[in-house]
């Protein structure tokens, strides 16, 4: 497959919620976007536009109203194991331990060995700093902390997509600027996973850090209403003049 | 079957119907007046809660015939009446006031303080803010009530308590005349007849009330299909709004489910069981007194030892003993087809709008009515009587297990639901890993709530006493104990069994569901 293609597509994607009243509330009336492959893509919009729900559609949780999603060529009609989606919210299961939630995301796969998935667990905990805690339980760690079992369990898989839901909006700044840090390391390092992330954020600087590519996404329904590309040298530096001329680019076009 | 038979069914579902009204209204009434003071204030708290744990830990239908006997004495003509809406009353009363307790407790203290800052009158804050609040979970609890009265309502009717005739017209007792007097077809029309009824309430009121009271729901779990959190904030929203105030955002937390709160923060007070025990006790003496019009203690004293005496220790304890062992066996079964059902219907939506309403129906048909042919079928023949009579114990026990599974397996958080879809996890594992996990504080404030059925129901599944005929386990049984001191008209041993009965659920709640409970809540917070 060349590279020229993408690796996921939404065409014509409409999404509505139905009410209880009968009603229903349209979230995307017509969204059409494309996600490269080695392309870190940032989608910047209010709370509440459907950032969530967008995500929630490129990882095959929902289907679209209408119009269609496409992963590496063929529709996307559940969830897939090559695509990973971290929440918002770090949701680990809070009865197991952190080693045990890790190996949860591959626990079911079947081309794998016993101890393949082992290794990998442990390798994908050390990854993001944690070795020395497998044995801990959620509860007693750090919401940062937490946020990185969540990225580990996201990348054990080895996906080729990985959708990240507002990874650091419920971290402390210090924390966030930290994990976003390492985030940027590991995208920098091509022997890791994934080929391609997402990051829907309410965030610009964050979004400006890490992505090449930036949506806008504004509206009701929400519209795709601009698109540019960050050409910045990485690792960024958050406190260049260039920085900022995004940041106030992008502020203008989401207010 | 002729016309005035028809008109003689409708006329008993509609009184039926009627002392169910008054009596959940009531109860509604006195929740309110009793819960919001205990939602808003730790001293009422800590008085209230204790109180009404223990009231609800008295077998309430062990508790009947004293009440008769009790209302009886008050108005010979409106006794029997007031006493079967004092049970259903009692059988409802309990949950709908720690909901309303629950409800209150819950409300975001944002919007607590917002209303202290914009100085909102208390009759504001009631009609605004803390009744609204209250709402949806008194609305939620009104099924059960329904399918709870209705059982209690049935078993007034058809049981024969004592020497004493005790007729109120109303279903049970038209049932129970029909099968006493062999009329089959009388039997199975009247049981179409009120599971009719009960649809058409479902379907007329409750329902529409379950829809219409969401909208007054704090949420934060968004679930497909279901209107967002945002949305159901709205009323909240708009109240704020109208009384011209700039809203923050109101945060608000996912809690798992957060029935029973008060259990970690009681467990604390240890004088607290001291509490219990002194309360039972005056309340039982109280009741003999008023009831017997005996004053002196010396001699209520005596009675009770005699009754304790001539039962022996030996038969008390293997009572004690049986009774645990079919109540035991009773909920083993009720969870064997509760969690296979309850995780299908909660992974399946369209299970859930098809069945959901159905079962509904089915769980509220009270079971009383199954009783003359559980009794017919098994309890005849002497080998199968116990089987019999851990029947009748999963009648009046397994739909609080049905239903507090369901409610945790519905209360998952959206996302954890969707690991196992993402990872594809089996369903064993998805069930084990995940479903039974998240649904434990729940299922064990719903166990907690089916054995205090189960200890209600043994005066019933012990013994079963319909007009002339008896049908009893041939093993000791505390129920059944019960029901022989009676049909004797003993004041002493009822109160002695009963007190026995409060006793054990009261220590079973405290030294083993609380803890169960505590460990339960503690294992699902992250
Ligand atoms: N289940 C639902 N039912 C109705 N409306 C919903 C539901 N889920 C989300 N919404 C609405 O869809 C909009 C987009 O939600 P979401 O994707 O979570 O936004 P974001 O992630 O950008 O904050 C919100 O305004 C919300 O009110
Ligand atoms: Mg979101």
């Known amino acids: 497959m060349s590279n020229k293609e993408p690796i996921l597509s939404l065409i014509d994607v409409k999404f509505e919620h139905k009410l209880r009243s009968g009603r229903t509330l349209p979230i995307f009336n017509n969204i059409n976007l494309s996600v490269h492959y080695t392309e870190f893509l940032g989608i910047v919009g209010p709370s509440g536009c459907g950032k969530t729900t967008l995500l929630r559609i490129m990882a095959g949780l929902v289907r679209p109203t209408s119009g269609r999603v496409i992963f590496r060529g063929e529709e996307l009609t559940e969830p897939n194991p090559r695509i990973s ?96 840090r390492e985030v940027e390391n590991m995208w920098l390092d091509a022997s890791l996973p994934p080929a391609s992330i997402v990051m829907v954020s309410h965030s610009i600087e964050e979004v400006v850090q890490l992505a090449d590519r930036v949506l806008v996404l504004k509206g009701r329904p929400a519209e795709i209403i601009a698109e540019l590309r960050v050409e910045l040298e990485r690792p960024r530096n958050r406190k260049s003049d260039e920085f900022y001329r995004y940041v106030d680019e992008i502020f203008t076009l989401v207010s | ?256 489910p957060s029935t029973f709160v008060y259990v970690s923060h009681m467990a604390r007070h240890v004088q607290r069981f001291i509490l219990i025990v002194a309360i039972s006790t005056a309340t039982i003496i109280v009741l003999t007194l008023s009831t017997s019009y005996i004053t002196d203690v010396p001699k209520i004293i005596i009675n009770v030892y005699s009754v304790i005496g001539d039962l022996g220790f030996m038969v008390i304890f293997s009572s004690v003993i049986m009774s645990f062992g079919r109540i035991f066996a009773a909920i083993i079964l009720s969870l064997s087809w509760s969690l296979p059902v309850a995780y299908f219907i909660a992974k399946n939506e369209r299970a859930r709008t098809s069945f959901l309403p159905l079962i509904q129906v089915i769980a509220s048909i009270p079971a009383p009515i199954f009783f003359p042919l559980i009794a017919d079928a098994f309890l005849s023949t002497s080998g199968y009587a116990e089987l019999g009579s851990i ?19 519905l209360r998952i958080p959206n996302e954890y639901r969707e690991l196992s879809l993402s990872y594809r996890l089996s369903r064993l594992k998805e069930l084990f890993m995940i479903f039974i996990p998240f649904a434990m504080p729940s299922l064990v404030t719903g166990l907690i709530t089916a054995t205090g059925g189960a200890w209600n129901t043994l005066v019933i599944a012990e013994r079963l006493v319909l007009g002339d005929l008896v049908f009893e386990t041939s093993m000791p049984g505390l129920g059944k104990l019960l029901s022989q001191f009676t049909e004797l008209g003993s004041i002493y041993g009822i109160a002695v069994i009963v007190f026995l009965m409060t006793i054990i659920v009261v220590a079973f709640n405290r030294f083993v569901w609380r803890p169960l409970y505590d460990w339960a809540t503690k294992m699902v917070r992250s």
């Open chain 1, 85 to 180: 989606l971290m929440y918002q919210n770090p949701t680990l299961i809070p009865w197991l331990s952190i080693w045990d939630n890790v190996y949860l995301a591959i626990s079911s796969r079947k081309e794998m060995s016993e101890i393949e998935k082992r290794e990998k667990t442990s390798l994908f905990i050390d990854l993001v700093g944690l070795s020395g805690y497998e044995s801990a339980y959620p509860a007693e760690l750090s919401g940062g902390m937490k946020q990185r079992v969540a990225l580990a369990r996201a990348l054990v898989t080895s996906p080729d997509l990985l959708l990240l839901d507002e990874p650091f909006s419920n971290l402390d700044p210090l924390t966030a600027i930290n994990l976003i």
């Open chain 2, 1 to 256: 079957m002729a016309i005035d038979g028809l008109i003689e069914i409708a006329t008993a579902l509609s009184f039926s119907w009627l002392r169910l009204g008054v009596a959940l209204l009531l109860s509604i009434a006195m929740s309110l007046l009793v819960g919001i003071p205990a939602g808003l204030s730790r001293t009422v708290e800590r008085i209230v809660l204790p109180i009404l744990d223990v009231l609800q830990s008295v077998p309430i239908l062990g508790f009947f015939p004293i009440a008769v006997y009790f209302f009886i004495a008050l108005n010979p003509v409106l006794g029997p009446e007031l006493a079967s809406i004092f049970l259903i009353f009692t059988s409802t009363y309990w949950n709908m006031a720690f909901s309303v307790y629950e409800a209150v407790r819950a409300i975001p203290s944002e919007l607590t303080d917002i209303s202290r800052i914009i100085d909102l009158s208390l009759s504001r804050r009631l009609s605004k803010i803390i009744i609204p609040a209250a709402l949806p979970r008194i609305v939620s609890q009104l099924p059960p009530s329904i399918a709870n009265g209705l059982y209690f309502l049935t078993a007034s009717e058809i049981i024969s308590f004592g020497e004493r005739q005790i007729s109120v017209i109303g279903v049970g007792s038209i049932i129970s005349k029909y099968v006493s007097s062999g009329d089959a077809s009388g039997l199975i029309i009247s049981v179409i007849a009120l599971s009719l009824s009960i649809a058409l309430v479902f379907t007329l009121i409750i329902n529409p009330l379950i829809a219409w009271s969401d909208k007054y729901k704090f949420e934060t779990v968004v679930a497909p299909g279901r209107p967002s959190a945002m949305v159901r904030i709205e009323p909240f929203r708009r109240i704020l709004t109208t009384l011209k105030t700039r809203i923050p955002p109101i945060s608000i937390h996912v809690q798992f």
């Open chain 2, 391 to 409: 029947l009748l114990i999963v009648l009046g026990t397994q739909w609080y297990v049905f239903y507090s599974i369901l409610g945790g397996f």
